[in-house]
């Protein structure tokens, strides 16, 4: 079961501030925060209405909050044939694990940036939600206009995969593996 998104940004911010981790066995809603390494998550996850996306996280991290892109831009790179065989059954089958439903695999691509003996993948994009309540009263979170892509830039590699960790589960013994390279992270 999962919550519905909010409208307003500083709706989201609450609802996240009330994360109640006492509840946890009582309720069907995904909610989680936890500590990891000195860094502290939070995740909600929400349900996607009247669209073909499945229910998707919101991932508060470092004090910003992140989800899946609802376009086309996508972050791209190639993993190894042996870490993707070794994982699949825990994060790629996308008939029985969560994440395996938003990356996608492509074994048989020929493309110069995807070494031999690696499998392409595409996974959505991430999109950093910003509070636009302060230039304007009431500004919805999820209109385009809104969408901030200089963060992508700016954040380093580790920040980021912890990020894709949050957003999507993918676990951090695929997404920092020597053998899972991120090529663009937004595209499309």
């Given at each position: 079961m999962?919550k519905?998104?909010?409208l ?9 501030n ?8 009582d ?5 989680d925060e ?7 998550y939070?995740?909600i ?9 499945n229910?998707?996280?919101?991932l508060?991290?470092?004090?910003k909050?992140?989800r899946c892109?609802?376009d086309?831009?996508?972050?791209e790179g190639?993993m190894?044939k ?5 994982f699949y ?11 395996g439903e ?10 110069d940036?995807?070494p031999e003996?690696?499998?392409f ?5 991430i999109?950093?939600?910003?509070d ?9 979170i999820?209109?385009?206009?809104e969408?901030?892509?200089d ?5 380093d590699?580790?920040?980021?995969k912890?990020?894709?960790?949050g957003v999507y589960?993918?676990g951090k013994?695929v997404?920092?593996n020597?053998e899972?390279v991120?090529?663009h992270r937004?595209i499309g």
């Open positions: 999962s519905e998104y909010p307003l940004f500083p709706e989201l911010v609450k609802q996240f009330s994360i109640d981790q006492l509840n946890d066995e309720s069907n809603l995904i909610e936890w500590d990891e390494e000195g860094i502290n939070k995740i996850e929400y349900e996607a209405e009247g669209s073909f996306y229910d998707f996280r919101v508060c991290y470092k004090n909050y992140y892109s609802f086309d831009h996508v972050i190639y190894s042996e870490l993707y065989e070794k059954d825990v994060y790629f089958n996308e008939e029985w694990i969560v994440a938003w990356i996608e695999i492509d074994k048989e691509l020929n493309d940036e995807v003996g690696n499998y993948f595409s996974i959505p994009s999109v950093q939600l910003l636009g309540g302060k230039k304007i009263d009431n500004r919805c999820n209109e385009d206009y969408i901030d892509t963060w992508l830039i700016d954040t590699e580790k920040d980021f912890n990020i894709i960790y589960g993918f013994e997404l920092f020597d899972f991120i090529k937004y």
